[in-house]
């Protein structure tokens, strides 16, 4: 199964070895002023390598020094990356991008950056932004938890993205799942009042988890049903939108008879 917006990190599990620590720091967890890096911590996903194809190199070289950067401490000055000032929006997992490409067309009015750690899923789409001349996308490639720490700024963004991150299902995994309390109390303090958390899932127990976890943020309310919201009252609202498309991925889901359950939560002002 290849690594994609179908997947976010949910196909990191499938791959077999043990999770990347590669860049674990050496001087007993701090990270600051270590520069650029690719995989800081023990991560929510499993490292994967693999090569990019003859055309896919071309169009990384030509597109990647303007769309796209490795994860690094110094802040995001989104208004000078995207040379304009606009809402922003960040998706966690993005992989190849088909959801990322087609809600950044919809939503041409924000600037999204898509997070993700896999090269070849980057480069897929990157080749869609080159062909497609989609202007409102920007690429970071690494660790999505060092990106909000380090990165972005406090109410600063009006949406996150969280895609069928991986469910690790053993209990003796449940500690790398993306969204821990820590991890939505961080998203939380990045959204800007009435800014968006926007999680969808296909595995029922990471779905448990992540309904008492966002339940128990005290900074963010439900705005869908299955958080306790009502969709119809804060679907024309919202700074973004509830729709996603439904990808490679999530089609195979509804073919295997897997839910999606999907959580939207709301920063309250």
Known sequence: MDRVNDAANHTAESVPGPPSTASAPADGGSRKGSGSR???RVTSFR??????TATQQQSWDRTWPRIGRDVADEPLDATAWFGREAPL???IGCGTGTATAAMAQAEPHLNLIGIEVYQPGLAQLVQRVEREH????RLLRGDAVD???NMIAEQSLTGVRVFFPDPWPKARHHKRRLLQPSTVALIANRLRPGGVLHVATDHADYAEFIAEVGAAEPQLIGLNETTGGHSAEH??????????PVTKFEGKAHRAGSAINEFIWGKIG
């Open 89 to 91: 929006v960040i998706e």
């Open 38 to 40: 690719l995989y800081p």
């Open 134 to 137: 989609i202007d409102n996308i």
């Open 147 to 149: 990106v909000l720490e």
């Open 235 to 244: 679907r024309d609202s919202a700074p973004i939108g509830f729709e996603r």
């Open 47 to 52: 490292s994967r390598r693999g090569a990019l």
